[in-house]
């Protein structure tokens, strides 16, 4: 289809109490700053019931104008209901480009949207910009096994999708909200909805660990040798309120579960404060966390290149280093 505005679009995501999930608030910081490239405005769409939240979230952080389409059939996320109300939605207004959070639903909710509106994809983009010269979408991601970056553009069909993962950039500052509301009354009744929501189980103990909204972080990788190994890191965790990540190496050796990895086929985060422990510093695994604010090392092998990216390191064998620090935290909060 044709764009009908230069106006960039922000999917954004809603949790089960209509609040925003990060990564879509995350997604109007370079929203904003394609959508002044590209010479149009940045809005925000938000689909869900009783989404309020959400919708003063993307207005408080930038969005020019938030679409809104608010109903029962949105109560729980299904790909049928919620592709018939944002194809509905573009067509319409006719964006010229759309960035959606890479979550479980973001995946599954852009190529079906792409798809249907004949337009093209660019999945698990970890960086974004405007080509100066023809005005479109740069989307880049790991390309070869996370060997090299590919910048990627699809010239010819609108809009222009990619889903991005949580963590690869940052929230922009709240300020007041000045966006325009726009409420669309879309509904899709039943029978065009071909999945129902039957029971929501929470997810239990491990699986449950939010590494994307951690503000600290403490990783083990093959260096802490074990599963018991990680007792030093989880208990550094425990003293700085930090999350627990892992190396895929730690994780495939069944030493830690899958839902603590980090890097690109694990979790992107950015913390505050990344603590490595036992980690070389492979190109996959820093895919996941050199956006980090400060990063340490703590490795015994001086040339591991965790060094290059890390702000302080520690030349050491994590498990003399790891219970030193633990112990001068806890006495320094004493
Ligand atoms: P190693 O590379 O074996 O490093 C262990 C380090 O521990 C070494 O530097 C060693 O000096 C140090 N060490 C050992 N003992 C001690 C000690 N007592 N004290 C201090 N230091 C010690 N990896 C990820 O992490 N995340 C991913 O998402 C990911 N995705 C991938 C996707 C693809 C397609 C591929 C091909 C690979 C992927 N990998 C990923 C794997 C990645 O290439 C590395 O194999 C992995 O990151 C290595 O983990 P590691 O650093 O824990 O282990």
């Not at 260096?223 to 425990?238: N, S």
Request: proline share 4%; hydrophobic share 40%.
């Amino acid at each position: 289809m044709e764009a009908k505005t230069k106006d960039l679009w922000v999917f954004v995501e809603t949790n089960q109490d209509g609040s925003a999930k990060n990564v879509g608030i995350e997604l109007l910081s370079p929203g904003k700053m394609m959508a002044e490239k590209q010479g149009g405005s940045l809005a925000a769409v938000v689909i869900g019931c009783h989404v309020d939240a959400a919708v003063q979230a993307a207005a408080t952080h930038g969005a020019d104008k938030v679409y809104v389409v608010d109903g029962e059939e949105y109560a729980h996320y299904t790909t049928d209901a919620y592709t018939i109300a944002l194809c509905a939605l573009v067509e319409k207004y006719g964006p010229t480009s759309m960035l959606i959070g890479a979550t479980n639903n973001g995946r599954d909710l852009g190529p079906r949207v792409s798809c249907r509106l004949e337009g093209g994809l660019t999945a698990d983009c970890t960086a974004l910009d405007i080509d100066e010269e023809d005005g479109k979408v740069a989307w880049t991601r790991p390309a070869f096994g996370g060997n090299l970056m590919a910048t990627i553009k699809c010239p010819n069909n609108f809009p222009q999708i990619g889903t991005v993962r949580p963590g690869v950039f940052k929230k922009c500052e709240e300020t007041e909200a000045k966006a325009e509301i726009i409420r669309e009354d879309i509904h899709v009744p039943a029978d065009k909805i071909r999945t129902q929501v039957l029971e929501l189980i929470k997810e239990m103990g491990d699986e449950n660990v939010d590494l994307e909204g951690a503000e600290i972080i403490v990783s083990g990788g093959r260096g802490v040798g074990g599963p018991e190994g990680f007792a030093p890191v989880k208990a550094l965790a425990e003293v700085l309120g930090a999350t627990v990540g892992a190396s895929r190496a730690a994780v495939d050796s069944g030493w830690i579960s899958h839902a603590h990895q980090v890097g690109q086929t694990g979790k992107t985060v950015g913390p505050k404060l990344y603590i490595a422990c036992g980690i070389s510093g492979a190109i996959q695994h820093l895919a996941g966390m050199s956006g980090s604010d400060v990063i340490v090392a703590i490795n015994k092998d001086p040339d591991a290149p965790i060094f290059d990216v890390a702000d302080y390191g520690v030349v050491g064998n994590l498990f003399e280093v790891l219970p030193v620090l633990t112990e001068e935290i806890k006495k320094a909060r004493a």
